[in-house]
């Protein structure tokens, strides 16, 4: 059988793209392996290779409109995938950043698949140097403490009481915030016993004004049947 030039230069291309798209997936994924995360090396690759895939198919079977629709499902289709690494761990979630690498991760098997080599090489430093460049600045970013004037957090007033007077405690701590227009979105009953019990007033997340949230726990501190209050500040997730 003797051998189509045209069908070998179509195989000797697909196997380039398919090549660059594991290299650049693999470049991708060693970053994410060697910090230990959910989705490393492997998949990252698999990520980058199958969208190639997909992308070239389509290319193959309609040319470039036939490229936009596959890559279209591709784009709505990773976020599943996406999905599985991202963990939540009471307030905290993680994996988020594991998910957007492999969403970037198939859009440059994705480029590859469509002939765009340069676009993948290009996306694939891009999305290296936001995992690797940016730590630094994200790291001096999250040891800076919080402004409470400026940053829209999750504020919790806090008030330790007697148990007999716990009906109106709710009812002081709710009617203190709220004269100082602070939507509260929940009470939580934090610890009871004998001799005590220990009450939250979760705000809605907003920007609140320390100044106020002194006057109002010492306010609360004049109630009777209110032994201590104070509040606190955490960032939103």
Known sequence: MQLDLSDAAVAATTFIRFALAFILGALIGFERQYRQRTAGLRTNVLVAVGAAAFAE????????????????YVVSGI???????????GTNVRGLNTAATLWCSAAVGACSGCGLPLE????????????????????????LPIDERVTEALYRVHVVAD??????????????????????????LLSESEEQVELA?????????????????????????????????????
Not at 165 to 181: C, K, N, P, Q
Request: proline share 6%; charged share 20%; net charge negative.
């Open 163 to 188: 148990p007999d007077g716990l009906s109106d405690v709710r009812d002081a701590l709710a009617s203190e915030l709220e004269a100082l227009d602070y939507p509260i979105r929940d009470i939580e």
């Open 120 to 143: 993948a090489v290009m996306l694939t430093f891009f999305v290296l140097a936001g995992n690797t460049l940016l730590r630094p600045l994200v790291n001096y970013v999250n040891r």
């Open 79 to 89: 976020g599943f995938l996406g999905a599985g690494v991202i963990m939540k761990e």
């Open 201 to 237: 007033a979760v705000l809605v997340p907003t920007t609140a004004n320390p100044g106020e949230l002194d006057r109002a726990v010492l306010n609360l501190e004049k109630t009777p049947g209110i032994k201590s209050a104070t509040w606190t500040v955490s960032t939103t997730t």
């Open 57 to 72: 198919i389509g290319m193959r079977l309609l040319g470039p409109e036939g490229a936009t629709r596959i890559v279209a």
